[in-house]
Structures are given as structure tokens and as C-alpha cells.
């Protein structure tokens, strides 16, 4: 099933008189299920087409259909009720909540759905679970490493079951072990969870990860192609 | 999301950052606090006012003479003189003002009393047998002096317990003779200690008959006051208006406007005193409400940089599917929970203050000092301090709810 079209999405930000296009007018779909990375390098618009896809910013033109309907005809309370159902989001900087422990972090979208209150605990634990941090659920982030921060946050990415996950640069800020972890754990929701997956990344063997890779430079695609040097999902996952 | 999630994310936000909440509200605790405190203040020095007054009975009428003071520049004292003994006489007569009790004339004045070689200076307060009874004073030892001392000018007085306690220390003073202006007074009666009340210390106070005062101690003819009591208090209007009468026909006076003498009720004093402390009260609120006003500004600061701060979270909770609306509820909520938590700690400060400085004045003055707490006052303070936190906790949050997730998550 098509869950994402991207038709001629073009972006531009005006900044006084200077109009810079981070993108130029990008076509293209993602089917449910898949594990596609974003790739291209720092300015080549790849953040830009994330923040698009996620309902996080609207196009300046051009159309993209979520599940069949237009993003143009969401409101912003509708984006912002569709970003808590369908969409996880997991930052390269974690963007956890300091001085709060990881079971309340992993809550945080439960508290905006409407998802009943009973189920919240039992979700954030199975979430939490998925991601092999059920020994540290009353730790707060300080005290936790990179990788397992970054556990966290795909934790919270899952609690409420989303379509899709959005990870950019998810490694970014972690040593290459941790990063690993990170990457396998993405992979093991794509191929056992099933969940379609968006990864941005400017590294090439992060990348190897997903299934398909769509190139960016200079805000247009250059290259949409399938991987063809898959890595197999790592099997550290508790 | 639910009021009570709202609730408590408000309380986590500002359990994460305790100490500068802690010194957020401060302005509006001492504001709420110092509004608490002087209106307390101002209701004891109320009450004690009212109570002093009362202690004079709410019957008691007051005839004063002269006219009644219509600017500062007037001369009430024209008709100083002007109340005599046929007015007493004449109110005294039962046909003229049935509803008159205990009528007594006052005579007053600073004088010295000598005993030995202790002399002290202390008022000299001359009146009728029912005098006693208007003012509620009690004796220690001895008796009051009587019918029969007044009729005759006897050379009788009845001592105030800080008389005898400087001119006769632990010695006894009963039938012990005290020298006022060259007269020999027989001290027949002492006081029983009573402290300052509204008019009179009666602690420092001779008294004498009132005729005695007249002929021997002031030499005048006329009287400094008359005091008569109306049976009940409904009778009051009914009463002052035949006193009036009788003293109109006495002086001849036809036209209400040139009156010699004026008449006051205890009513009307109460009312006074009461708009004067409570004009009092007001200025003072008014003055403490200012620091309200620049505790609600440090509120709006502070929250301003809470926001800016916390521009990555606001992101954050936006990506995760906060609306708008939940983002100003949530900051709103914080700044009305810190003016709350704010108003409620200034109202326990301020009562505390003052409970303990009506405690002080109670024991280290005369004064019988009640604490009185303001439910109204308090009542006000906690409304204006929420009130405060939603005038000047909105701005900042409306900033928050407006930041773009997107500008918001990048945001170092």
C-alpha cells in the first residue's frame, strides 16, 4: 500500500530578500513496510524533506499525499493529531526531557493522544521492552549512555504505534558500538515490527541498514535505487 | 489532553526548576503577604478602637459644647461654657427626656496630686454617682463617692491604680489624704487596673465629685461635657432628638444652625473611626498592591526565559502531537499554579506576621490586641495573584505555543 507520494514538493525560505530552495521539486512514493534512508550531504535538503514528511512544515508547492489524502488539507490541530497517531520521530540530538525518568519520556505522546489513560503504563513498558531498556525504566536520561538515550527515544517513537518512523541522523551523535545497536534495533522494527521507516543519514554504510536509498543533492534526487550491500539485522536486541 | 495531565505537567515544569520558581513568586508572596498583614493590622486597631468604644456602652450619647467643628479654621470653642446646671436640671426633669438614663456631667483637666513628698501629674475627673456605671470601672478596695458626697462639694476621690501605685506604693492609701490645688482630697475608693482605653486612662485618674471639681479644683460653672445613656439602643435617634429640644429651649435657640452644643453618639463615633482606619487600610493596600503589579512583571520575565529556554521541549512536545492550544494551556498553567502556590504562601506569611505582632503589641502595651484574619483580604490576595498569573503568564505562553516545531527542534 502507498502510504507516502511526494509530487513536485518544492520548499523555499525567504530570509529578507534571500530565497534559498532547499528543495527543488522531488517526486517520489514509499510503500508501507519499507526502510528507506534519505541520503545526500549537509545542505543537500534532506532535513528539509524529512520536516515535510513529517508534518512538521508545509511545502511551498507541490503536493504530498499521506495515505491518499493531501497534507494541504490538514489543519494544524489535524497535523498535529496525525504526527501523534501515524508518525515517530527520532532526533540525532535524542531530545529527551532532562530530569525526567525514562518511563515518563516514553509516556510523553500518550499524553497528547487518546489513547486511555489505563493502557498507558502497560504501552510505555512494552515499548521500553522493545527496546531492551526495561532494566533502567526509573533512570533519568543524565544517567544513561548515548545508545541507550537513543533506545529511549525510539522507545518513544513506538508507545503509540505509528505508521511511520522518522530518524534523523539517528547515529549522529553516537560512537560506532552504540550507533550499531541503534541501527539494528531500527532494522529489527522495519523487518520484524513491520513498521515503515525513514532514515536520514549522510553515511553510506548507516545507510546499508535500509532496503532503498533516495540521493539528494542540491534539493532534487539524484539517484533512487535499492541497496544492493544489505546489512542483515544484528540479533542483539534483549 | 486532559485538565489533569495539564495539571501536572504544569507541576513537573516547575518541580525541574524549583529554585528559580522559588524565586519567581517571591514578589508576589511579600505583595500578597504585606496586603494580608495591614489589612489584619488595620482590623485589630479596628476592633480595639470599636471595643474601646463599646466600653463606654453603644447607648451612651456624648452633649459637647460649642458648635459642631464644620472646617479646621472653625472656632468650635466659641461656646465653651455654654453647658450649665439648669441644662442639667432641665434633662434630668423625666418629662423632657423620658428615655434618658444615668445623666452625669463631666468636668476634666490635667492636674498634679501630691501625697508627701511624691507628687504625680494625673487627670483630674470630676462626675455624678452614675459615672461608675457609664464607664464600667471597677474598685479594688474602698467605695465610690455617693448622693450625698455630691450634694455636699465633699472632698472625697476615688484613685486610679497608677495613682496609687506612685504616690503610695505597697503603703495603704484608703482615708490617706492627697493634695490637689490646695485641697485636701480624702481618698476613699481605688480603682481596679483597666489600662488605656479609647478617651481616658483611668489608670492615672482622680475622681471626684463633679461638684466638687466645679467649685474647688477648676472654679468654673459650666460643665465640659454631659453624658446620658438611652434605654435601649433603638431609642438613640429618639433620645438625642429631646436632648436637643430641651437644650434648644434652654438657650433659647430657635434656629437649629446657630446651636451652642453638639450631640454625639457612640454610633456615630464608631462610624467615623471606622471610615478613617479604613480609608487608612485602603491607602496601604493600595501601596502594597504596586509590589503585586512588579511581582506579576518578574513573573512574566521569568517566564519569558523559561520559554526561550525551553524552546526544544516546546518542539519536541509539538512533534510529538501537542496542539497549540496545549502548549499555551500548559505554560498558562505553570504561570497561574506559581502565582497560586505565590498568593497561598504570601497569605500564611502575612497572617503569621501578623498574628505575631498583634501577640507583641498585646503583651508589650496596654493595648488588648486581637488578631484578626482578613478571610476577604485573603480571599482577594489569591484571586488577584491567579488573576496576575493569567495577565502576565499569557504573553509568554502564547510565544511558546506559536514557536514552529520544526524552528523549535532546531533551536540551540
Known sequence: MRLIEARNLEKTYEDGDVATHALRGVSFSIDQGEFVAVMGPSGSGKSTLLHLLGFLDR?????????????????????????????????????????????????????????????WDERAHSAIADVGLSHRISHEPSQLSGG?????????????????????????NLDSMSGKQVMGLLQALNEKGGHTIVLITHETYTARHARRAL??????????????EHLAADSFIK | MTLTHTIRTALTGLHTNRLRSLLTILGIVIGVAAIILIVSLGKGA????????QGMGPRTIVVIPGREPTGPTDAAQIFSDSLKVGDLAALKRQVNVPGAQNITPILFGGETAAYKNDTFRMTIFGGDTTIFNVFDIDLAEGVFFSANDVRASASVAVIGAKVKEEL???????????????????????????????????????????????????????????????????????????????????????????????????????????????????????VAAVSLVVGGIGIMNIMFVSVTERTREIGLRKALGATRREILTQFLFEAIILTGIGGIAGIILGALVAFASATAISHLTEFHWTFVFPFSAALIGLVVSAGIGIIFGYYPARDAAQKSPMEALRYE
Do not use: C, W
Not at chain 1, 525510539?154 to 534523523?168: G, H, N, Q
Open chain 1, 59 to 119: 511545502p511551498t508547492r507541490g503536493a504530498y499525499f499521506f495515505e491518499g489524502k493531501n497534507r494541504n488539507d490538514y489543519t494544524d490541530d489535524e497535523s498535529a493529531r496525525i504526527r501523534n497517531e501515524k508518525l515517530g520521530f527520532v532526533f540525532q540530538t535524542f531530545n529527551l526531557l532532562p530530569r525526567t525518568s525514562v518511563l515518563e519520556n516514553v509516556k510523553l505522546p500518550l499524553l497528547y493522544s487518546d489513547v486511555p489513560e489505563k493502557e
Open chain 1, 215 to 228: 540521493y539528494i543533492k542540491d534539493g532534487n534526487i539524484e539517484k533512487d535505487e535499492m541497496i544492493s
Open chain 2, 46 to 53: 479596628q476592633s480595639l478602637i470599636l471595643d474601646q468604644i
Open chain 2, 168 to 286: 503610695f506604693g505597697e503603703r495603704q492609701a484608703i482615708g490617706e489624704r492627697i493634695r490637689v490645688k490646695g485641697r485636701n482630697l480624702r481618698v476613699i475608693g481605688v480603682l481596679s487596673r483597666k489600662g488605656q482605653t479609647a478617651f481616658f486612662n483611668f489608670d492615672e485618674m482622680v475622681m471626684v465629685p463633679y461638684t466638687t471639681a466645679a467649685n474647688y479644683i477648676f472654679g468654673i460653672k459650666y460643665f465640659h461635657r454631659l453624658i446620658l445613656q438611652a434605654e435601649t439602643e433603638m431609642d438613640i435617634p429618639r433620645t438625642v432628638a429631646d436632648v436637643e429640644r430641651v437644650l434648644r429651649d434652654q438657650h433659647g435657640i430657635t434656629d437649629p444652625e446657630k446651636d451652642d452644643f453638639f450631640v454625639e453618639t457612640q454610633a456615630d463615633l464608631a462610624d467615623t473611626l471606622s471610615i478613617i482606619t479604613d480609608a487608612l487600610t485602603l491607602f496601604l493596600v493600595s
Open chain 1, 148 to 172: 541507550e538515550r537513543q533506545r529511549v527515544a525510539i522507545a518513544r517513537a513506538l508507545v503509540t504505534k505509528p505508521e511511520v518512523i522518522f530518524a534523523d541522523e539517528p547515529t549522529g
